[in-house]
Structures are given as structure tokens and as C-alpha cells.
T-cell receptor
Framework: QKEVEQDPGPLSVPEGAIVSLNCTYS??????FMWYRQYSRKGPELLMY????GNKEDGRFTAQVDKSSKYISLFIRDSQPSDSATYLC?????????????FGQGTTLQVKP | GAGVSQSPSNKVTEKGKDVELRCDPI?????LYWYRQRLGQGLEFLIY????????KSGLPSDRFSAERTGESVSTLTIQRTQQEDSAVYLC??????????FGPGTRLTVL
């Protein structure tokens, strides 16, 4: 079993829809949680960076972390065609370790005009 | 300032040849990471540098893979005697200690 599980999709939604992307994980030592967006043939771009449990909002994006359930989510409101990309969740343990990230497989999102 | 840069952007090689991939991190970032992304997959950690030393090489898949970093700046990832299963995108990231990692555009390696 992988440390981080993410449904690869693809996920197709109409423009303006609310999108929910999710990851589950098995390692309770993970403390830092990230969402990256990756356009085709580009490197991952950091979207959200959160520590421990709770919510974080940035514009149309909201990240949620539920450590008790080992479950993280990214919500995209008012989705746009420009949001069409692959979304990767990533996580790591406490400061002081190597900082290497463990990634999910990525979910491919298509927002149709 | 400039982001993380990688070269070449694409590399096609024949099975058995050696290849060298280069990463230029963001200036001042002491931490540098190499990851591999196979088609349709997430990123797999390969190696971590803090300064010029590599305290975590646990992700290197075999002894054909090696990496070095000089001057707390440029890093090179070398794959010897390439195999077809080495075909992937190789991504480099840099960060300040325990901070967010910023990725380069990657090198797409194809082994024929």
C-alpha cells in the first residue's frame, strides 16, 4: 500500500463548478501538507502549504487537513478552464528531518467552458 | 529573481549510454532535491542535498544513479548505463531549510 493515495481521475467539470480533490495517507508522522498544480510538460507549482490540522484559504482555493482521519482536501470554487491541470498532494514529517516530500499520484482535472 | 532551472529540457539517449542532468537552484537556497516522475505517476524522491553534502540518498534506485553538488549551487544527476525503465521526467527542487520547495521545469529523459 502506498503511503499517500490519490484518485488519478480524470475529473471533468463544467466551468463555475466547485471541485473537490482528496488524498488519504497512512503515516501519522506527516505534519506538513501541500498541494501542487502541474500543467502539461511543466514543473509542479506550489498552491497551498499547511501545517497540521485545519483550514487555509487563498482566493478560490481552500485546503483542509483532518489528521485524525488522515485525509486532506483541496477545494476550488468557481472553477475556470485555466484550472485544467494535474493536482498533486504532497506531505512530509517534522522540521529537522530531510524535508523530502511524499507525493500522491496526482488527479487530472479538466474544466470545460 | 530567477527560479530553478534545469538542462537539458529533453534528452534522448540509447540504452547503455551515460547521461548527465543539471540543476541550478534558486540563489541562496541551501536545500536541493531530485525527484523522478514516471508517466502518469506522482513524484518519487531520489536524493536530498543540504549544502554540498547528501544526508539522504535513500531514493536512488540503483548504483547506476549518482549525484553531486558543488559550491552549494549547481547539482548534477548522473545515470550510468541507462535502461529503458529510466525513461521519466527528472525534477529538481530547492528550498530554504524546512521551507517550501520550488520546482524546476524538469528534464524529460527518453531511453531508446
Amino acid at each position: 500500500q502506498k503511503e499517500v493515495e490519490q484518485d488519478p481521475g480524470p475529473l471533468s467539470v463544467p466551468e463555475g463548478a466547485i471541485v473537490s480533490l482528496n488524498c488519504t495517507y497512512s503515516n501519522s508522522a506527516f505534519q506538513y501538507f501541500m498541494w501542487y498544480r502541474q500543467y502539461s510538460r511543466k514543473g509542479p507549482e506550489l498552491l497551498m502549504y499547511t501545517y497540521s490540522s485545519g483550514n487555509k484559504e487563498d482566493g478560490r482555493f481552500t485546503a483542509q487537513v483532518d489528521k485524525s482521519s488522515k485525509y486532506i482536501s483541496l477545494f476550488i470554487r468557481d472553477s475556470q478552464p485555466s484550472d485544467s491541470a494535474t493536482y498533486l498532494c504532497a506531505m512530509r514529517g517534522q522540521e529537522g528531518n530531510t524535508g523530502k516530500l511524499i507525493f500522491g499520484q496526482g488527479t487530472t482535472l479538466q474544466v470545460k467552458p | 529573481g530567477a527560479g530553478v532551472s534545469q538542462s537539458p529540457s529533453n534528452k534522448v539517449t540509447e540504452k547503455g549510454k551515460d547521461v548527465e542532468l543539471r540543476c541550478d537552484p534558486i540563489s541562496g537556497h541551501t536545500a536541493l532535491y531530485w525527484y523522478r516522475q514516471r508517466l502518469g505517476q506522482g513524484l518519487e524522491f531520489l536524493i536530498y542535498f543540504q549544502g554540498n553534502s547528501a544526508p539522504d540518498k535513500s531514493g536512488l534506485p540503483s548504483d547506476r544513479f549518482s549525484a553531486e553538488r558543488t559550491g552549494e549551487s549547481v547539482s548534477t544527476l548522473t545515470i550510468q548505463r541507462t535502461q529503458q525503465e529510466d525513461s521519466a521526467v527528472y525534477l529538481c527542487a530547492s528550498s530554504s531549510p524546512s521551507r517550501e520547495q520550488f520546482f524546476g521545469p524538469g528534464t524529460r529523459l527518453t531511453v531508446l
